[in-house]
């Protein structure tokens, strides 16, 4: 058994961008005050940030929607 969980393994590189856009389009419609709490929508996002081999775009845009849902 692995020490790492599967939830930490959501996310590759390869489909990071379209879990970015869907992100983005929760946050911006709902804002993190949806169904789901702040907390779930942070750790979506953190969990995201974790990804290996971020690219510096993916990285500034999952920054924003960390500043958007502290500012929620």
Known sequence: ?????ARALLYSVGHL??????LEQVLSLEGANS????TY??????????????????HSRL????DRIAQA
């Open 17 to 22: 961008d379209s879990a970015i856009e869907h």
């Open 63 to 66: 920054q924003r929607l960390l």
């Open 35 to 38: 169904l789901f709490s702040k």
């Open 41 to 58: 929508w942070r750790g979506r996002v953190v969990q995201a940030l974790s990804t290996p081999g971020l690219a510096p775009s993916q």
């Open 1 to 5: 058994m692995h020490n790492v969980s």
